[in-house]
Nanobody, 125 residues
Framework: QVQLVESGGGLVQAGGSLRLSCAASGRTASRDPLGWFRQAPGKEREFVSAITWSGGSTFYADSVKGRFTISRDNANAKSTVYLQMDSLKPDDTAVYYC????????????????WGQGTQVTVSS
């Protein structure tokens, strides 16, 4: 089992920045790829970003590339993954979910068995 706890969401004006954090603990948290998905009202969950266990490779959705940056810290049996979100747009408004331990394509929500509770990000115009 992997436990995921997100923090850092909130309300921000367009053009502003937010930093999301997710504390991952449990079975192999420090060796699992970690990622972020988001879900806007009335829409399906969509991939945002992912990072390998070492942090050596990162992946981004085209819609956030150049604006969002994913990073992670690994310590003992725990990891913390961050999502720095800059130049935010109203279209970025969604609940953001931290995910862990994929089996399959990073871009598919079905590949990720562990999900956090989600944190709301609202970008006003």
């Amino acid at each position: 089992q992997v436990q995921l706890v997100e923090s850092g969401g909130g309300l921000v004006q367009a053009g502003g920045s937010l930093r999301l954090s997710c504390a991952a603990s449990g079975r192999t948290a420090s060796r699992d790829p970690l990622g972020w998905f988001r879900q806007a009202p009335g829409k399906e969950r969509e991939f945002v970003s992912a990072i390998t266990w070492s942090g050596g490779s990162t992946f981004y959705a085209d819609s956030v590339k150049g604006r969002f940056t994913i990073s992670r810290d690994n310590a003992n049996a725990k990891s913390t993954v961050y999502l720095q979100m800059d130049s935010l747009k109203p279209d970025d408004t969604a609940v953001y979910y931290c995910v862990a331990d994929p089996d399959g394509s990073f871009y598919s929500p079905d590949a990720w068995p562990y999900w956090g509770q989600g944190t709301q990000v609202t970008v006003s115009s």
